[in-house]
């Protein structure tokens, strides 16, 4: 079964101001250096992966580790699908081939974030052997006199060189200029503890803590994610053995939506492509309580009433054959 994890954040703070960084904006403003995912410049991705898991909560490590996604959903062009790190947890990636730096950015690392500015971050790191890593000097200037919250939003144009700084089949660009390496035959990403407590806070290039949204130990169904979550590096300057999907991976092409979402009184579930056939609407309370549960019909259409239930974000599992999506809905 393949997963999708989707971040909906329904609701943005009216005054939060875009693009007033240092650095380049989010992936849909002008001056963005993202790459989209369809983009030419990919030759190849990543085919191999090891990943050690990290913690719900770092801060609460006898809670225990992530659980969403399987090591797979990170190999491969980028479909929206990923694997969750968790606080602190950490993969290396390979191909059959090197990455040579060449002109401009040489590969790209997708994060699965549905939102310009709902950003879980993360530190890259090359290598030629697998054993000696060179990290790519981070920057943020998120202010750190308030934690950013479980839900609250950064502005992309305050990041550079830390993965997730861009939504969903944008990928964040990086340079092997930027290490001072001629080519590289590993990728290592490290997720970053967004929390401003000196005792477990992740720090950028100059000393200075990096803020991005803390804790994000959400549940579903059994299913616990947390920090990062990889959907795929993309190799732009590469010499090697070319790699599109991984052969276990399920090829099936679907896209679930939402709408509208924030809503008052109801929403749509619908599939795209192949569609979803019959399948299940479950939604939760943010703490795990199930609120609902209803079936989707052949059509891969469905409308789901809402308007008895109490206002806030939920959790919703849209469930089929196929695939299981966990996306979260706002109702106003």
Known sequence: ??????????????????????????????????IYFESEKFKSWASEITLER????????????????????????????????GDSGVAVLSFNGWITNGSGPDFA?????????????????????????FRFPAYSETPVNAQISSFDLLDASNIKNLAGKYKVQYGTPFD????AIDSVRYVRIVDVVGSIDTNIASKDAQGRIINDPYPTDFQNNGFYTGGFDLDAIGLINYDGEIFLNNAEVNSLSLEISLFPNPTK????????????????????????????????????????????????????????EDSLTITKVVLQ
């Open 1 to 34: 079964m393949k997963f999708t994890l989707v971040f909906v954040i329904g609701v943005l703070a009216m005054d939060f101001v875009h693009g007033q960084g240092s650095y380049a904006p989010n992936a849909e403003m002008a001056g963005t250096d993202a």
């Open 54 to 85: 990290g913690f719900k909560d770092i801060a609460n490590k006898s809670i225990g580790s992530v659980n969403f996604g399987t090591p797979n959903e990170a190999l491969g062009i980028s479909d929206k699908s990923a694997v969750s790190f």
């Open 109 to 133: 690392v997708f994060e699965n974030s549905f939102n310009n500015e709902f950003l879980e971050l993360a530190f890259v790191e090359v290598s030629k052997d697998g054993t000696n890593f």
């Open 176 to 179: 092997l200029d930027d290490v």
């Open 265 to 320: 009184t109801s929403f749509s579930v619908s599939g795209i492509g192949s569609g979803i056939g019959s399948g299940t609407v479950e939604m939760y309370s943010l703490n795990g309580e199930k609120i609902l549960s209803q079936t989707i019909d052949e059509s891969s259409k469905s409308v789901v009433d809402v308007s008895d239930l109490q206002r806030g974000m939920y959790l919703v599992s849209i469930s089929s």
